[in-house]
């Protein structure tokens, strides 16, 4: 069975403290795999895109990294404004399966 | 700003009723999805439309219907709803083609409650 899953649940970390939040999956097919940010009350905002193993990409202090497995989103030196949920999502043939978000709190 | 709205914010129902959800989504985005998300959990994909037409549905039963229409909008149409639908319901466009999740914009949700 297809299926997402994201560790930790919660993270809190201090302001400038970097750390990895993890997305492990199992799909028949990745034909991709999407990060995104939720803030309260918002829908998702796409962050990243990951086709193969091995690719990464970066946008300011968050970076995505792809193994055949799992997934990784890097927060370097983070701060208060990166609070959020993050989610991660995986394409397989004709549908997308979210996990269940792992909930970062930056504090000053 | 994504430029995708939903209307509307919150609404409340009893069970079974049917609703009706809408979304806009910004012009040239071809590619409309929806989605079901139940507090403190990620999004569960409900079906996609491509150009008004259904190419990929998630877990949902028959109930759960959708149209496209040409001028960018949508419609999440729930018949006979029960207590479990309530939920944050969120539907994302992109300019992807048939089957593409990528870059999609999401807009605010409707939040529903059914009692």
């Known amino acids: 069975e297809d299926q997402v899953t994201q560790s930790p649940e919660a993270l809190r970390l201090q302001e400038g403290e970097s750390s990895s939040l993890n997305c492990s999956y199992t799909v028949s097919g990745l034909r991709g795999l999407f990060w995104y940010r939720q803030d309260p009350g918002k829908g998702p905002e796409f962050l990243f895109t990951l086709y193969s193993a091995g690719e990464e990409k970066e946008k300011e202090r968050l970076k995505a990294t792809l193994t055949k497995k799992e997934s990784f989103l890097h927060i370097t030196a983070p701060k208060p404004e990166d609070s959020a949920t993050y989610l991660c999502a995986v394409q397989d043939t004709g549908k997308l399966i979210f996990g269940q978000g792992t909930t970062l709190q930056v504090k000053p | 700003e994504t430029g995708v709205t939903q209307s509307p914010t919150h609404l409340i129902k009893t069970r079974g009723q049917q609703v009706t959800l809408r979304c806009s989504s910004q012009?040239?985005?071809?590619?409309v999805s929806w989605y079901q998300q139940a507090l403190g959990q990620g999004p569960q994909f409900i079906f996609q439309?491509?150009?008004?037409?259904?190419?990929g549905r998630g877990n949902f039963p028959p109930r759960f219907s959708g149209l496209q229409f040409p001028n960018y909008s949508s419609e999440l149409n729930v018949n006979a709803l029960e207590l479990d639908d309530s939920a944050l319901y969120l539907c994302?466009?992109?300019?992807?083609?048939?089957?593409?999740?990528?870059?999609?914009?999401f807009g605010p949700g409707t939040r529903l409650t059914v009692l």
């Open positions: 012009s040239g985005h071809n590619t």
């Open positions: 994302a466009s992109s300019t992807g083609t048939s089957g593409s999740f990528d870059t999609q914009y």
């Open positions: 439309y491509y150009r008004e037409e259904e190419n």
